[in-house]
Each structure stands twice: as structure tokens, then as C-alpha cells.
């Protein structure tokens, strides 16, 4: 398939979520493009395709959607992943960050051990909205001395501003809204 056709095949199965987790906030499910066989195969090439060339050592997957789309890029691009979980979920943590979410905060936790000084790493999640996770998850990783080679996202949400969170690190999003 082109990257055209796998956009609008995770197009079609992305579903918006009215009023969720509270009243004013619109979550973008992924669970229908995960479910289907064409869609989480087309996710998989439009996340890791732009990066493949780049050297990339590790993937690492945001806590919880980034673990599923973090694996399947991992295994297209024949790499480990390492999953940023929230705080509290790893016996043995390297370093954590707080940051503010659009509806509240949130820590993140690296684990300890699995990624050495100069490592080249691509982080893996579902959406960039404001850019808290992904800055929180950046900074984790660089605080080992392994470097962002990009962030590869499903979906980007450009009126929230994320990428500039981000600072000079490229993005991949696969779509926007």
C-alpha cells in the first residue's frame, strides 16, 4: 500500500470519544485501528518508514498505547523497546519526570539498566497533544546520555501546541486533527 492508502485506512478506523476522561475533552481511540489486521499493519509502516534510515538503536513506547505501537515498530524495524511507564509500575527506576497533562499531571519513570550513554532511541506513542508525556519522555531517555531521534505519533493535534514542547526534536505524526 502507498503511505496515502495507510493514512486513510487509519483514518477511517480512529474514533473519536466525546467527553472522555472528563466533560470537554475529546480522546482519539485507537482501539478500532489496533483491532483490525489492515490498520495496525498500516500504523505500523506509517510510524517506523520515516525513521528506518536513521540509525535509530531502540524504540521506546509511552505508557499504554505507546507499548502496543512501540512493539510493533520495534519488531518492523528488528529493535528492543523499552517501555516509559507511570510511576510506580518498575522495581528498578533509572529517573522519573512529573509533568501537567490537559487535565491534570502525571509522573513517568524510565527503567533502570536498559539504555547506555550515546544510545539513539525513537519514542513511540498515540498522540501528541499538549507535549507533556512526550517532553517528560525525552528528557528521561536523554538523562542517561541516549539520544531523541524522533517521536513517531499516530495522531497529532496541532492546536494544542505539543511540538513546541518538544524543542529541535523531529516529530512523525501520521495524521492530525
Known amino acids: 500500500m502507498s503511505p496515502a492508502d495507510d493514512r486513510g485506512t487509519v483514518e477511517q478506523l ?3 470519544v466525546p467527553d472522555f476522561p472528563e466533560p470537554g ?3 482519539w ?6 483491532a483490525d489486521a489492515a490498520g495496525l499493519a498500516a500504523t505500523t509502516r506509517l510510524l517506523s518508514e520515516p525513521v528506518a534510515a536513521t540509525g535509530v538503536d531502540v524504540v521506546v513506547g509511552i505508557e499504554a498505547r505507546g507499548f502496543l505501537l512501540g512493539a510493533a515498530v520495534a519488531q518492523a524495524l528488528g529493535l528492543g523497546i523499552v517501555p516509559v511507564r507511570k510511576q510506580g509500575k518498575l522495581p528498578a527506576v533509572a529517573a522519573s519526570r512529573s509533568y501537567d497533562l490537559e487535565y491534570g499531571s502525571a509522573t513517568l519513570e524510565l527503567p533502570a539498566g536498559v539504555l547506555a550513554s550515546g544510545t539513539r532511541a525513537l519514542l513511540v506513542d498515540d498522540v501528541l ?6 517532553a517528560a519522555a525525552s528528557e528521561l531517555v536523554e ?5 531523541v531521534v524522533a517521536l513517531s505519533v499516530v495522531l497529532e493535534l496541532p492546536a494544542l501546541s505539543g511540538r513546541a ?6 516529530v512523525h505524526a501520521v495524521l492530525d486533527r
Not at 497533544?129 to 512526550?134: D, E, K, N
Not at 514542547?165 to 523531529?170: C, F, K, N, T, Y
Open 14 to 16: 480512529l474514533r473519536a
Open 25 to 27: 475533552i475529546r480522546f
Open 29 to 34: 481511540d485507537l482501539t478500532p485501528v489496533l
Open 129 to 134: 497533544a499538549t507535549g507533556g508525556t512526550a
Open 143 to 147: 538523562s542517561c546520555g541516549a539520544q
Open 165 to 170: 514542547r518538544l524543542g529541535d526534536r523531529p
